[in-house]
């Protein structure tokens, strides 16, 4: 199915399930179908009912940010049908930049602290935002460190490329950290513009020259599991296999789980 027919599909099922009395239209007996009728979605959303027919038919229509935006809100869609309307559409959606709650809910948190294998939780920008005891015994020298108020948060991207320790701590440091920042470009890729992803960015290019040339090659890599070896101070070398989860609700959140090999 091509996603001009799959995005019309979609419409036609989202005012389907509008009751056209809620909009102060006359539910009345002479509907033929349930819901909403295409002229009235596009009265709604301020476009030609003619042209909006033709997203409903499948028809190759180039479909503005604007009217996708009136469409969202006249059909009353949810954060998830809206995201999925933009992508059918090959747009960007502008209130998917807006800032989210960086913040894991106490639940989360507490399931970590239970997880007998190290394991943590990122933000949105790589910022710690829990851990349990095995993942401070792995990173020993930070994330065993009592939290200093006046310092910023503890983040992962500071520790590899700011924290002198992290360069012996992580074995084959220059490979794994190139990597590190594929991986957060295609992280970030559509928040590039929030000013705390912004001032982290600067940060991390003013104070390692290795940050700044590996972020200006551009590469991007989605973030995948294996091993990853470390040279731990007090147990030499520790290897891992290395797990990434994303809860559903908070998608811009991520749980790491290390598996100790051996």
Known sequence: MSTQKELGEFLQAARSRLAPEAFGFAAGSRRRTQGLRREEVAQLAGISPTWYTWIEQGRPVNVSTDALERLAQSLRLTRS????????????????????SDASSELLAAIVGDIAIPAYILGRTW??????????????????????????????????????????????????????????????????????????IDELTQGSPEFARYWKQHHVMERQGGRRDFNHPKRGLVAYQQVTLYPMDQEHIKLVLLKPEG
């Open 127 to 200: 910022d710690m935002l829990a851990w349990n005891k095995p993942a401070a015994a792995l990173f020993t020298g930070w994330l065993d460190k009592r939290a200093n108020p006046h310092e910023p948060p503890r983040n992962l991207l500071r520790f590899v490329f700011l924290a002198p320790a992290a360069r012996k701590f992580i074995v084959d440091w220059e490979t794994r950290a190139s990597r590190i920042v594929a991986e957060f470009r295609a992280d970030c890729r559509t928040r590039l513009d929030e000013p705390a992803l912004a001032r982290l």
């Open 81 to 100: 049908e809206r995201a999925y309307l933009f992508e059918l559409a090959g747009r960007r959606d502008p209130a998917g930049a807006a800032p989210e």
